[in-house]
């Protein structure tokens, strides 16, 4: 059986007491009222902060169950395999190789790279790979200046979940 909403008002004379309220009209089928009635509701806890976010994009899976904190989730091995195997680097010209894969913190892949790593704490483990090749950066559309080019590519990982943080050449 399923009731249907006759009127914008839910409180108006042409409404039941039973119908439930639908702001946009429609169809309710009367089981589905039944499971909506014992459905216990729950408060959410907003003063706890919420731990499950995990910054970055999944990646490497990681390989080392049960490691201990701030210790790497998978291997050197790992890391290479995967960006060898069909998750290297799009501005890829030609073949590309692993040229290291290293475990620092966050701050030792700041000062050694050169490069940007905002938003990433100074003690969290990376996973930094080292890619050689030839790679070339696209322009914006109109733009003269012939496109950048550049020899050495870094990829780095969360070292823990194995997630991919940062891409840089």
Known sequence: ???????????????????????????????????????RSFKLDTTRANTSYVPGAPAIRPTILGAAPNTPGFSEQDAADYVLHGHGVEEARGPISVGSVEFMAGATARSRLGIGTGGIADTRLLCVVELHGTFVYRTTPGETRPPRRTTVFWKIFDAVTGNLLIEAG
Do not use: F, H, K
Request: aromatic share 6%; net charge negative; with cysteine.
């Open 1 to 39: 059986m399923c009731t249907r909403m006759t009127s914008a008002d839910p409180n108006g004379p042409e409404e039941s007491s039973e119908r439930p309220a639908l702001p946009y009209g429609g169809y309710v089928p009367a089981d589905l009222q039944e499971r909506i009635r014992r459905t």
